[in-house]
Nanobody
Framework: VQLQASGGRLVQAGGSLRLSCAAS????????IGWFRQAPGKEREFVAT????????SYADSVKGRFTISRDNAKNTGYLQMNSLKPGDTGVYYC???????????????WGKGTQVTVSS
């Protein structure tokens, strides 16, 4: 699976963004989709994941209630809706595909290039 994240930009605190993860290659619907982020000088961290059928989701505590992960298998695309953004949400956001259903970066089977999200205070 080839993945490409997009939609990142500079936004003020309290604002919203929707990231997209476009997939091509292998059957998109066979994979869970995860979103991860990495801030400068920090390790890549889990943000959210959605099961292959969209029936189960999981979120990091830091984004619960603010972020919503979704997918459209007909369009081979995953999404991350981010609301009430905070400066601490700043980082490069990556989408990844997982044949299982995990929150661990090491378990991901495929990664896309990231998209930069910057939240100003």
């Amino acid at each position: 699976v080839q993945l490409q994240a997009s939609g990142g930009r500079l936004v003020q605190a309290g604002g919203s963004l929707r990231l997209s993860c476009a997939a091509s290659g292998r059957t998109f619907s066979n994979y869970a989709i995860g979103w991860f982020r990495q801030a400068p000088g920090k390790e890549r961290e889990f943000v959210a994941t959605i099961r292959w059928d969209g029936e189960s989701t999981s979120y990091a505590d830091s984004v619960k209630g603010r972020f919503t992960i979704s997918r459209d298998n007909a369009k081979n695309t995953g999404y991350l809706q981010m609301n009430s953004l905070k400066p601490g949400d700043t980082g490069v956001y990556y989408c990844a595909a997982d044949f299982g259903y995990s929150e661990y970066p090491s378990s991901m089977d495929y990664w896309g290039k990231g998209t930069q999200v910057t939240v100003s205070s």
